[in-house]
């Protein structure tokens, strides 16, 4: 946008946007809306709309255009301008008044906070803001000091840790007036109007804020004004006082606790503080129980969040101090949270799973079974209201459905017991929940919930185990027709579960497979049937060939029974990990019916030109998937190496077909992408076996590949460099591959935004080079568009697409390792010499695009395969990466338009000083993350 627009356009879009009933007219709207945001207009343009305040549709607008320009284009600002937007912001929120609409109060002040961190020039912000509003705007001004601290800690403010640390010290310096503020406000707001309740709610927020962030020195707050009043907020008053506290009253109340609680974890020094909050937090239990009486569930699950945080808190102390003789005095707090867990609301007990990870993983790691013991019994209790809570309702029919609430709770259980499990013993557990079982008129819905839990421990049971399993699984097996579904399915699942003792106890193996397949066609059963057959198949493989005609028959039939596409493939898997393990000649035969079950309905689609409806049998994906299921899990485990693989005659019949399925849906990138993968499955099946088909399959991806720029092709090629580079004489045909891919692949990646636009393409493109760098580096070194591939490398290092940017890493990791693997071979001189041009031309810029991607572009989880390139540099030649380092650094801004100092020198002296002397991954991973946090 070149031009800044009239006022008058601006408000009859910003009309069209939020009333005009024509959605095109909306979405042209919004379109230059959009536009005008990120033009350099949108700064006059939304302070004028502010000043107009015509109505609440464009005053909304104008704030928050206004606070996203801040936040993210603060930079088009001259410095000579801050001062008066400063003083324009001042005055739109000295004008704010009740009639306000609070979401443009909050992002006015949002705006005027980000523009006080990014703004050097205007230190101790928060005094003045006090200084200036706190006898006129107090609603306002409260806002603003709870999103400064806030605003620190939003990384989309690219502020740099330099500034952040200026800005925390700041605060610092404020606090006890900060302090004072909040003081004064708590003791003038102090009755029950809805007026000053929503003050409290404010003061509440506030301070929590600034405690967040470490503002606030923890040994001050002994006898805090706030926080009395938070406690006093949430204990219970007897009967005669006002009890009345409503909801965001008393979650504002909560949350200041559970923050100071959070801030106790991370400074434990504090004693006289963690003392107050200890004694005051475990006499909440009251308060509790009235809530749950009241049948208030949010004051329950606010109570169960400040018991959790305090035992969260606490967790160090009690299991660094606890022994036989003496517990700390606050284990008493996992009483509480026992209680909670003990809530008739599953959501209750829900909030306290994090702290019995943290508990599991610490006693796990110190691995003593003294203090491991301690901790039994508390976790006894949790199993036992863990089962409880996963009790049906007693009128439930069916089964439950995928996507439930409750359904999801149930599975994140199974997750939390078997990581809790070990304390108390898989097998203790496992027979406490048979003892469950045989309890005299226990309910369908009770065994049901013990079966739930039987089965996410039974992995873990001794396959030895001669007692309590056989009467288990002999339960299952003579369960009467009467039985409630979901007592069948879940002791289905069970039995799928208990797959390693099955294969120790080879005798139940015949009657348990009798059982399953009888299961197989029953409604809803079928599915547990499926997964159960699948991990039996997978795990007694060796006592399973003699079983494979009847499971080939059985899955002859498999489309009749009432089993998601998902139990199918899940059975394929199955069947083909036992047949891998028969003879090769009984092997190829099983495989053959096997794969033509899936090929011969797509050669029906393909001749009767059938029109693929997704999600049918229609639809050539559907067989395409199980084809790969199978292909993808043959393991021959008895093949002989010197002769035929004994799947190559089942391959290369696969092949035509893939072929003309290839040719027929070449449109469809769905179908495609499954094509694809049946054909990775299938080369990496036989392993170098096929040759006879690599000219046909070569030229038929490149001629679709030039149409339709399918990105699988090129992993398809990848898979057959792989495969077949080893061999010289296959590298010249590979190679003429790659120089065909590339034209169609640059096209796409050349368009405005085409790296963006297209992750995929770069993923599966620079994997493709990775691999002739494995395989064939010499002849890839020597390829005549290894300079295009190395620019375009160098542009897609910025990309911050995860996989993209992992396979561009992995290309420029494997380059420069050519120059130092494998030393003993032949070539090794001449693969170290043209790396070494390489470098020599492109290390520098490598260099300054890996820093410059690491600073401005990549997430910090990304960075790892950074350092992993930044190593194979430094073992390359360490001296000169040293060098190209410091002039990479040397070229990244010290300080921001605003005149925010981003690194100091010495920062960066430091940085480049860690680097270079590191050996591992890790630890240039860690100084790559100290450069970023210099300006973010």
Known sequence: MEQKPAIDLVLLAVSSLYNNPNTTEKERASQWLGDLQKSVHAWTVADELLHHKRDLESCYFAAQTMRSKIQQSFHELPPEAHSSLRDSLLEHIAQIN??????????????????????????????????????????????????????????????????????????????????????????????????????????????????????????????????????????YKPEGEKQTVGGALHSAATDCICTLLQCLEDNNNQQILETYLFNNVINLEVAYHMS??????????????????????????????SNNKSQHYAMKVLDLVLICVGHHDYEVAEITFNLWYVLSEDLYQKNNKEITE????????????????????????????DGDDFKDFRLKVSDLIKDVVFIVGSS??????????????????????SLFVMQAVAKNIVPTENEVVPKVVEAILSLPETTHISVKYTSVLLLGELCEWIE??????????????????????????????????????????????????LLHQVDTFAITNNAVIGLLKGVASIIGCMNPPELTTALRE????????????????????????????LWLDRLSSVLRHICCKNNQSDGPHPCKEVVLEIWPILSRTFDKYDSDLRIMERCCRSVRFMLRCVSQQVREILESLVGQIVRIYSHFKHSCFLYVGSILVDEYAADASCVQGLLDMLHAFIEPTFLVLQEENGLRMHPDTV???????????????????????????LQCALLASSLDHKEANMSVMKFFYDLINQAQTDRSKADYKQRKDLVHRVLEEYGQNLVNNLLHACVFYLHSYMLSEVADVFVQLLDFNRETT???????????????????????????????????????????????????????
């Open 98 to 235: 009740e009639q306000t609409n609070t979401i443009i109060v909050t992002q006015l002040c949002v705006a005027l906070a980000d523009l006080a961190l990014q703004m050097p020039t205007w230190p101790r912000a928060s005094l003045d803001l006090i200084t200036k509003f706190s006898s006129t705007n107090m609603w306002p001004l409260l806002e603003i000091l709870t999103v400064l601290p806030e605003e620190l800690e939003n990384r989309s403010v690219r502020l740099g840790e330099n500034r952040r640390l200026d800005v925390l010290n700041d605060f610092k310096s404020c606090s006890t007036t900060i302090l004072e503020f909040l003081k004064h406000c708590a003791n003038t707001y102090t009755d029950n109007s809805q007026e000053n309740v929503q003050v409290n709610i404010k003061i509440l927020r506030c301070f929590t804020s600034w405690v967040s962030v470490g503002a606030f020195e923890l040994s001050e707050l002994g006898n805090n004004i706030v926080i009395n009043r938070a406690f006093g907020i949430l204990t």
């Open 504 to 553: 120790k106890h080879a005798n139940t193996l015949d009657p348990i497979l009798n059982f399953l397949v009888c299961c197989l066609p029953q409604q809803g059963i079928g599915a547990a049937a499926a997964i159960a057959l699948q991990n039996i198949c997978a795990t007694c493989n060796d006592h399973m060939p003699r079983h494979v005609p009847i499971m080939l028959q």
């Open 292 to 321: 749950v009486a009241n049948e208030d569930q949010d004051k329950s699950i606010n109570y169960c969040r400040v018991f959790t945080e305090l035992a969260e808190s606490f967790l160090e102390k009690i299991i660094m101090n």
């Open 374 to 401: 301690m901790f039994r019994p508390y976790v006894e209790r949790l199993i036992t209201a863990l089962c409880r809570h996963c009790q049906m309702e007693p009128d439930h029919e069916g089964l439950l459905e």
């Open 594 to 621: 096997l794969c033509s079950m899936q090929m011969n309905p797509i050669c029906q689609l393909i001749e009767q030109d059938v029109v693929p409806v997704k999600g049918t049998k229609t639809d050539p994906v």
């Open 428 to 449: 203790s557990c496992f027979r406490q929940m048979f003892i469950n079982l045989q309890t005299p008129g226990v309910t369908w819905e009770s065994s049901e919930a």
């Open 763 to 789: 993923d599966d493109f620079f994997r493709l080079c990775a691999r002739f760098l494995q395989r064939a580096p010499v002849a890839f070194l020597q390829c005549p568009s290894l300079v295009h591939i």
């Open 882 to 936: 040293g060098k190209w380092l410091a002039n990479g650094l040397d070229q990244l801004p010290v300080q921001s338009n605003g005149g925010i100092v981003t690194a100091t020198p010495q920062q960066l002296k430091d940085i480049h000083a860690s680097i270079t002397r590191s050996d591992t991954s890790k630890s240039v991973t860690h100084a790559l993350k100290e450069l970023t946090r210099l300006y973010r």
